[in-house]
Each structure stands twice: as structure tokens, then as C-alpha cells.
């Protein structure tokens, strides 16, 4: 047996979301012989029923969370950032944050809980100047009846898959979107740095705060991608807000080692083809990573990777929501 092919058995998949969703998730330090020392990703699942399960230790940790709403969900992918040191304690303590913070009914409630979150962090991760750590987020809050809400920080996607096209829902948080904000940069050559090609510089991280409202310096709140402030061609992808989600497609929350190669639009281009008659999500995610190792794109690099599915059951794709300001 091949010792780079992937292990059916780490696709976690046995969540209750039904009847509304199917979802499963997998994170690995790397594809085929291209493995990092370490895993610095993480993931958060919350079900139904409360049941948590995330990375500590680059281990799966389960907990029954006391008090959670039947029928609310959590879900979400880490990508802590190594560079900068404690990258893997960092999506690691952001995880554990997850699991405390209480189930919420809009996107500006999801909001101040993770602006809270981030500043108590980066208390906590107060190294010496220069050294704070930091981990992209991209979440979805799965409230009881109504539709998900995004929150999202970073360089991870959450991705539409559908029988003929995967199309980005969130906006990279990289130095082509800060160019873009500013005027510098054209809707054509944006898409060509950020999805035609790969590179591993971010302008926002949790924990490590934004270097969106002043590239010279790194400032500690976070800055959110907002109608108001991005261009028009990227308007409608703010980081927070409400998603409606189609019947015939599928939902996937992954790590950018998904598309660390030459050409990702290229690489991406394939999913609707790789996913086409996946009888549910843990094969969808297994396929994402047989992808890679039997058909890697050109150029891939060494990465963590994590890929986590949420596919829409039939007759529950279309909830009616809150608007997305409401107060719970």
C-alpha cells in the first residue's frame, strides 16, 4: 500500500445535521510525499445535539456541550499560520473559543462574540513585538429553522460547488484585496493574483490583527470586508452575512492548500467533475483528497490541508432568515 494515500478512516463524518444537512470533514498534514512536520489547521464541528469535535494536539477531541439548542450547528476551518510562530496553538486556542462562545441568531451578534474573542487572545498570545501568532477563520453559524451566517477572516474559502461550476463565496484577506480597496488594482488583475495564482502573503488574521487599514502597520482589531469598502465586483462577499444556499450544490469550507499550485483556477475548475454523483459528503471530501494525490496540480505545494463539506439535504436549502442586522 501506497504510505502517502489517504486513510478512509480519518473522514469524520458521523454528525447529526439531519434532516437539513450532511456534513463531514477531514484535516492531514500534507498530500502524497508532500507533508508538513506538522498539522496547523484545525476544524470546529458542532452538531445537533451539541457534540463538538476538534484538533488539540493534532488529535480529535470530542465534548458534549451542556445547554446547546437542539437543531443549531457550528461549523468551521482554521489554517493556523507557522510563519509567525505557534501557528497550531493559535487555530488551536481559536477552536477551543468556538466551543464557548453561545449559539447565535444573526451575523452582527456572531460578530461582536469573535471581535470579543479576538481581543481576548491576543492578550493571551501577547509575545514580544512582532511575534503574535494568527489563524484565518471561516465559519458558518447553522441556526435552528433559518439560514446560515458567515463569518470569515483569512485566506480560506468557503466554496459553492454545483453540477457545473465552483464559484468563491468569501474574499481572500491578501495584499491584491488591500490594493483592490485602494483602487490600485483592476477586477481582472485581482483575479489573476489571488485565484490564478497562489501566494502565501495575508493581510488579516485572527489573533494577529490587520494590516488592511494601514499597510505600513499591523493594527489589532480586525477590519471587516464590508459593501461599503470593497469595490464593486467583490461587493456582494462581505465576511458577514446571512448565505442562501442552493438545493443541487455543496458547500466546501477548506484550507488554502486546496490551491497552493501554479494555476488554482485550474485545479478548481475540477471539483464539479471530481464531486458529480458523490452519494454524500464523506465522499465528496474523499474524493477532494484523492484528487490531489492521484492528480495533483502543477506546482502544488507542501501544505496542511483541510476540507470540510456541507451539503444541503433535499427540501432544506431554502430557510427563510433574520435580516442580517437583527438582534437575537
Sequence with gaps: MNPYMPDPTDILSAFQFAPRYDVAVA???GSGPLQRPENQDNFVVIDFRGEACHLLDQEVRRAQLAGWPAGHGRVAVLDGMGGHGHG????EAVAAGLLTIPPCHSAAELGRHL????????RHFAFEAGARPGTTLTMLELPAGAAPLLYHVGDSRLYEIGPEHARALTVD?????A?????RLDEGGWWRQVHGAHSPQIAQAFILGNAFSNPAHLADPLFELTPLNLPSWLCALPDRRVLRLREDASYLLASDGFWSCLHPDRF????PDVLSGAPD?????GRLFAELEQAPPDGLHADNLTALVLRPLQGHADETALPDEAES
Design 27 to 29: 484535516s492531514r498534514r
Design 88 to 91: 497550531r496553538e493559535a487555530a
Design 115 to 122: 471581535d470579543r474573542l479576538h481581543a481576548e487572545l491576543q
Design 173 to 177: 484577506h491578501v495584499p491584491a484585496t
Design 179 to 183: 490594493a483592490a480597496i485602494a483602487g
Design 268 to 271: 478548481v475548475d475540477r471539483w
Design 281 to 285: 459528503a464523506a465522499t465528496m471530501v
